[in-house]
């Protein structure tokens, strides 16, 4: 299902309401705690945009989360600020005890330099900008499937599921997000 508001197309995907379906019937409410945390935390990347004068084109909402896709020509430090703005409602939202573990969790994960959560953008705009290393997408792509293979022979070895769901997590996010 997909609607405008001004010039921003919002798309919410039938498998997002399947997950909030299944939640609901299962009893299983965390996965809402942490598809309302995942919300904060994509609002603060929306503000922060828009305080830097960002355009908006598309917010998809599905089973991954929400993504948005945008328009910007944001300074080096300002596209710093607007990638680490999500983690730091995380964190901020963690230190008032509040879903502690849910939200240090989301600010942990976003972190991780896989290519395109938030942690993977900042290092490869660092690379890039403060570095002039110039570390295409592809290549930024590769080191983080490789750092996701690590991740899985550590899953192996230690046989943990928490781990692991999040590991599929992160590979579905990366393809199905076309963020850039």
């Known amino acids: 299902m997909a609607f405008y508001i001004n010039k921003t197309q919002i798309i919410i995907e039938y498998s997002f309401l399947l997950v909030i379906a299944f939640t609901l019937l299962s009893g299983s409410y965390n996965i809402l705690y942490v598809i309302l945390f995942s919300s904060l935390h994509e609002t603060a990347h929306l503000i ?35 990638l680490i703005s999500g983690v730091t409602v995380n964190f901020a939202i963690s230190a008032l005890n509040i879903f502690r573990e849910i939200n240090y969790s989301l600010a942990i994960i976003n972190l991780l330099p896989l290519y395109p959560l938030d942690g993977g953008r900042a290092l490869k705009l660092i690379l890039n900008k403060l570095f002039n290393l110039n570390v295409s997408d592809l290549v930024f792509r590769i080191i983080s499937f490789a750092f996701i293979a690590a991740m899985i022979i550590y899953i192996a070895v230690t046989r943990n599921i928490q781990l692991l769901i999040i590991t599929i997590y992160i590979i579905v996010f990366s393809f199905n997000n076309t963020t850039d």
């Open 48 to 82: 922060s945009l828009l305080l830097f004068k960002g355009d908006v084109k598309r917010i998809r909402i599905a089973f991954y989360g929400m993504g948005l896709e945008y328009k910007a020509n944001l300074s080096f430090i300002c596209e710093l600020l607007f």
